[in-house]
């Protein structure tokens, strides 16, 4: 487990290998098998592959350049629950931007460069080529509260996945597309849109994949008593 903690990274490039149905049963199983608090089942998670995989990204890829042709649209588009800060500030919004623009650097894309940047960002929109995208769900009436489980879920998912020799990337951009998502996946009324993943095979040529977000050193966020 310490192996699969210790590589694990968020890819954002992955090859078209396909994941076996049944690797992916064994990592979601693994990865409950240690979370049954007290709503028992964390999350739904929705998998999808294949035909519905190629449906979601292409519905969503076409909402995203119409978002930016007409940002007016964003109106339809809520996010389900706050996953950032409605306003940035300092220090997380010099850490956000340290990391922004390290891999946007990394990939020779300049600030003014925003056709090449909306690009990259869709690239969530296609789980990073990834041949599996999950879609974790919770329901509504559990609160905000619960999103604490979902978390240590997703981790598990994500360790889980390093174990079988995969990778991972948990996505909050697919959020904000939340009403377009919900009916493809079939989810209830009751079921609120948490994020989805990535999942598959890194794909070890990928320039993206050399990126590694910085750690902050451990007296940055431990405070010890005097
Ligand atoms: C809940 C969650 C949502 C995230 N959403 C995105 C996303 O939409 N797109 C993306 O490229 N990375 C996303 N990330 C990845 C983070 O940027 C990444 O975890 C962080 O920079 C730390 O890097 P590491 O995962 O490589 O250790 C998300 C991470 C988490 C935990």
């Known amino acids: 487990m310490h192996a699969a903690m210790a590589t694990r990274m968020s890819v954002r490039a992955f090859t078209p290998q396909a994941v ?8 979601l199983v693994d990865a409950a098998c240690d979370n049954l608090g007290a709503a028992a089942a964390p999350c739904t998670v929705h998998v999808l592959q ?5 449906a979601l990204c292409e ?3 076409a909402a995203h350049d119409a978002l ?9 588009y809520p996010e389900p629950y706050d ?21 946007y650097g990394l990939l020779g894309i300049g600030r003014a460069d925003k056709d090449r940047m909306h690009a990259q960002h869709q690239r969530n929109y ?14 509504r009436a559990l609160g905000a509260e619960h999103l604490l489980s979902c978390g240590r879920f997703l981790q598990n998912v994500m360790l889980h996945a390093r174990l079988q020799g995969l990778h991972t990337c948990p996505q909050a951009a697919w959020n904000q597309f939340a009403g377009i998502i919900l009916p493809h996946v079939g989810a209830t009324a009751d079921e609120v849109l948490v994020c989805a ?18 750690r902050l050193p451990v007296q940055d966020f431990c405070r010890t008593m005097p």
Request: with cysteine.
């Open 20 to 27: 076996a149905r049944g690797l992916i049963e064994r990592i």
């Open 50 to 54: 294949g035909r519905s995989r190629q």
């Open 83 to 103: 996953y950032y800060p409605r306003q940035w500030f300092s220090p997380y919004i010099e850490r956000r931007r340290e990391n922004g623009w390290g891999l």
């Open 126 to 139: 296609r789980f990073f080529d990834a041949p599996v995208g999950l879609v974790f769900t919770m329901d």
């Open 197 to 214: 993943m990535a999942l598959g095979h890194a794909d070890p040529d990928a320039v993206v994949n050399r990126f590694h977000t910085p």
């Open 68 to 76: 930016r042709a007409e940002p007016a649209l964003q109106a339809q």
């Open 59 to 61: 519905q969503v890829c």
